[in-house]
């Protein structure tokens, strides 16, 4: 018993007393790790207009991955935010409806963590995932569906009318913004805690030397002026700060009314290359090395860059389990697809 409580106590001295002053200066910095506890997470991630329930999450998932939510019906939000490809689909630009490219030349964005940003878009446009999941269904070069069209193809289906039901009560109805807000929902849950956050939760040993010296280095550089928070990106932030963007050209993309662009969460930023808003770099490294000069008028040298990225790495999160739902069938009223 004497010995239990000895190494008990040891080891509580050694938490205090060894907490790794690298963990302070990152929080002093600005960044915030994702709380360890479910109750902590859910005051960041929850929302009283449509809280979490597993019912909403479970249909949210559903509409997430069924292409009939497409006018073509084979294309579903999973088609472009793939939740096995980090999030996100590992083109440059995106494609959507009748093989379109995005007119602007704009990349797909995670969907993990992306509860976690201020905004959504790459211009901030929209406030929020409820509002956000209305654009890409419409979407001539995504997804092509009008309202009433997604609208009859769910309301045709029996089953999911039931489910909306035991979601929201049996007086739900099911408008296009009902649809989209409980795909937000699911949305809502994707937060993917990683080696970084026990490290800052104060688990010393959680990253690796190199990813220590890679962290210090981002501190040191000044990314963190940016790239903060939990979401470590998520807000609206000057772009091309001390010099010009390599493919500025490249999609005529110019971020919104006042040139800002919104900072891409650094979160599993390994797994959803290429990168930048029109997707012009394969290489992580590259990638460190433009916001370098693009932003903070340095150079950023090949072994800096890869211990950056060595950092960044440990951003690699622990997904939630996604079982793959059995959507219900189509019915003779189910509007068939077109692809005009
Ligand atoms: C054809 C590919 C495509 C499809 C299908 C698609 N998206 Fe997107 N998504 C994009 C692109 C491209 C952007 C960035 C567009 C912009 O910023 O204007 C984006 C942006 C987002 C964002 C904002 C993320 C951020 O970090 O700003 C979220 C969230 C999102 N989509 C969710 C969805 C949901 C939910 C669906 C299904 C209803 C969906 N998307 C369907 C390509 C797609
Ligand atoms: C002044 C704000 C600012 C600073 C400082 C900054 N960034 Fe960024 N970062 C951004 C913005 C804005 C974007 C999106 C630019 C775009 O795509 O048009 C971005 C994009 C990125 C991307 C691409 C992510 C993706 O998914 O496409 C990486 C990687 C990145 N930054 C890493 C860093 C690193 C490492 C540093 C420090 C060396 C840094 N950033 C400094 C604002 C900043």
Known sequence: MKIIQTVA?????????LAD??????K????????????????????????????KVELGKMLYFDPRLSRSNLISCNTCHNLALGGADGVPAAIGHKWTMNPSHLNSPTVYNSVLSEVQFWDGRSPHLED???????????????????????TSIPEYVELFKRAYGEDVEITFERIASVIGVFERTLVTPSRFDDFLNGHDNALTD???????LFLDKGCAA???????GGTMQPFQVAAQYSFVNLGGFKGDENGMVKTPTLRNVTETAPYFHNGAFWKLTDAIKE????????????????SIATFLGSLEGRKPQIVYPVLPASTDKTPVPTFD
Do not use: W
């Open 291 to 306: 916001m370098g000069s693009t932003q903070l008028g340095i150079s950023i040298s090949d072994d800096e860059a890869e």
């Open 132 to 154: 956000q999941a209305q654009g890409p269904m419409q979407a001539g070069p995504e997804m092509a569906a009008p309202k009433d069209l997604v609208v009859k193809r769910v």
């Open 210 to 216: 190199a990813e220590k010296e890679g962290l210090q």
């Open 9 to 17: 106590s040891v080891a509580l001295l050694s938490t205090i007393v």
């Open 226 to 232: 940016c790239h903060n928070g939990m979401a470590l």
């Open 21 to 26: 002053p690298l963990a302070d200066a990152a």
């Open 28 to 55: 002093q910095n600005g960044l915030q790790p994702i709380p360890e506890s479910k109750a902590e997470l859910m005051k960041y991630i929850n929302k009283a207009e449509d809280p979490i329930t597993d019912a």
